[in-house]
């Protein structure tokens, strides 16, 4: 553990006459972190300055110095700046994913995709800093995964609803894949601007969404074809 606070308070002294002695500071007392504690507050350093500064922009000493410690406490709980970098993204998908597929609720088709805009627009809006630091080209990507692999777990849990309403309808359940991948990637890709302008407000942005998905789906052909010249 590892000392994080001081007290520079100053006490009297008495002379054997009851006279005032001469003011002394007061034995520096400190309150210790655990390692888990510190572990804790390095994520949280290092996720709001890679979604300040990115990757790149970002170094350990800065992360170092923010948390008021030497470079080689941050080493010595994730192994660099990589292994810092990692965990924050792993565990941001994964906070990301568990609220889209959380809110894959029982009820309409139309209401599933309502649910799934404003999961997505809902951690936009709470934990921006996260999505900014997941659409952000990872330069360790092999190990902690893509916002593009993220969107398409996500599709994955859209597949299965989609599965379903194609089959009712007589469409070619096969072909549901695709189509969540295209959904997803709108309302994503969609986030994604809407994170810098943040107009229209939130529900206006999760109705435009659902209205050209779910219209767009409503009027499908079973077999869609090509009207310009170009078939292949």
């Known amino acids: 553990m590892e000392d994080v606070a001081t007290d520079s308070s100053t006490t009297r002294t008495t002379g054997n006459n009851g006279s005032a002695g001469i003011e002394r500071p007061r034995r520096t007392r400190r309150t210790r972190m655990t390692g888990a504690e510190r572990r804790e507050q390095l994520l949280d350093i290092g996720r709001t300055l890679f979604a300040e500064k990115g990757f790149e922009g970002t170094s350990v000493e800065e992360i170092a110095a ?5 470079k080689p406490v941050v080493y010595e709980h994730f192994g660099g700046k990589e292994g810092l970098y990692a965990v924050v993204v792993d565990r941001e998908m994964r906070s990301l994913l568990e609220g889209v597929t959380g809110a894959l609720t029982a009820g309409h088709p139309r209401e599933l995709l309502e649910q799934a805009a404003f999961a997505l627009l809902d951690y936009i809006e709470k934990y921006t800093d996260g999505f900014r630091i997941l ?10 995964g893509t916002f593009a692999s993220l969107i398409s777990d996500i599709a994955t849990q859209v597949e299965d609803i989609l599965g379903l309403e194609f089959k009712a309808r007589g469409f070619d359940p096969k072909l549901a894949p695709l189509y969540a991948q295209a959904l997803v990637g709108m309302v994503a890709l969609t986030g994604q601007w809407w994170l810098d302008v943040r107009k229209p407000k939130k529900a206006e942005v999760a109705a435009h969404l659902v209205n050209l998905a779910w ?15 170009r078939k292949s």
């Open 66 to 70: 923010k948390a008021g410690v030497s």
């Open 135 to 144: 659409v952000r080209d990872s330069p360790v990507a092999q190990s902690t």
């Open 215 to 229: 219209h767009g789906l409503d009027g499908l052909e079973q077999k869609p074809r090509l009207i310009g010249h």
